[in-house]
């Protein structure tokens, strides 16, 4: 049985389904390099023991090779389907989404995502028309049933540009690295103008790969006055924009700990002054090969 916490808020999509507002993600530390069939153990515990603490939304992906762990803790956790939000994206397979998807649900042993996401628009070697169609699959499997919501991730206003053009769905959400190193500020606008919602990955980037930069005294002094850590202060940060926040750790009591993001709210200036002293310092933590010229937009 779940422990008792503050609830995890939620948002609402543009497709009238809502979203836990804090996930546990599957990827980064987790992303295996090996043989996709040897069952990592630890991470099957660790997600269990996620769910366990009421984490309820779980992020994945093809790529990781770590669907069938999530699965396999899905199953075992033996929490009601229905209670659980579970995530998974298209990388390898962009001719064919559907193909792509079924073959994850096989491994998540499930009917359905709650999110279906594009991974990153680079398959499309900047032809909008590849977007388009990639987006036109992804509109199937929502009308079949096998996605409940579909999204993107890691695409600029120019890839959500193109896909507009010629979508019956608008996408309910926008999968990004976002934190005060890396804020999107132009991206995010046009989200908001199209009712795009935006998820964050590698939202402690600033507490963690980028420590040292110039918000560290600032989190320090919240952290005291909150009585929680760093970590915590920038998943609130996301949560207080109305942003999603993707974490991980195979540690319990870290997992344990996150979850006081959900027992406080900063204030508006503190939030403005997080995101003023953010600005002044760039950081990238992922894909910086790949997307690194779209930090602007």
């Given at each position: 049985m779940a422990k008792i916490?503050?609830?995890?808020?939620s948002l609402k999509l543009n497709d009238g389904n809502s979203i836990p507002m804090l996930a546990y993600g599957t990827g980064t530390a987790w992303f295996k390099k090996g043989d996709e069939s040897t069952i990592d153990k630890d991470l099957v515990s660790s997600i269990k023991t996620a769910?366990?603490?009421?984490y309820y939304h779980l992020d994945g992906a093809e790529v990781y090779k770590t669907e069938p762990e999530l699965g396999l803790a899905i199953k075992e956790s033996k929490i009601e389907r229905s209670k659980l939000y579970v995530v998974?994206?298209?990388?390898?397979?962009?001719?064919?989404?559907?193909?792509?998807?079924?073959?994850?649900?096989?491994?998540?042993?499930?009917d359905y995502v709650d999110l279906y996401l594009i991974h990153a628009p680079y398959f499309a070697e900047g032809d909008p028309q590849k977007l388009q169609t990639a987006w036109a699959a992804l509109e199937r499997l929502k009308e079949a049933g096998l996605a409940k919501s579909i999204g993107v991730s890691n695409y600029a206003i120019k890839d959500l540009e193109a896909t507009l053009q010629t979508a019956k769905i608008v996408?309910?959400?926008?999968q990004i690295e976002f934190h005060p190193y890396l804020q999107h500020a132009p991206l995010l606008a046009?989200?908001?103008?199209?009712?795009?919602?935006?998820s964050a990955y590698g939202p402690l980037t600033a507490v963690t790969k980028a420590a040292g930069g110039p918000l560290d005294d600032f989190y320090a002094t919240l952290s005291k006055k909150?009585?929680?850590s760093s970590g915590e202060i920038a998943l609130r940060w996301c949560i207080d924009q109305d942003i999603v926040a993707i974490t991980t750790s195979s540690k319990e009591q870290r997992l344990s700990d996150y979850l006081r993001a959900a027992t406080f709210k900063l204030t508006p200036v503190e939030v403005k002054k997080i995101n003023e002293t953010g600005e002044t310092h760039h950081f990238r933590g992922f894909w910086q090969n790949k997307f690194a010229a779209d930090d602007k937009s």
């Open positions: 916490h503050t609830p995890i808020p769910i366990d603490l009421g998974t994206k298209v990388m390898g397979n962009w001719a064919d989404p559907e193909a792509a998807l079924k073959t994850s649900l096989k491994k998540l042993q499930t996408p309910a959400i926008n046009f989200h908001k103008k199209h009712g795009i919602a935006t909150y009585a929680v």
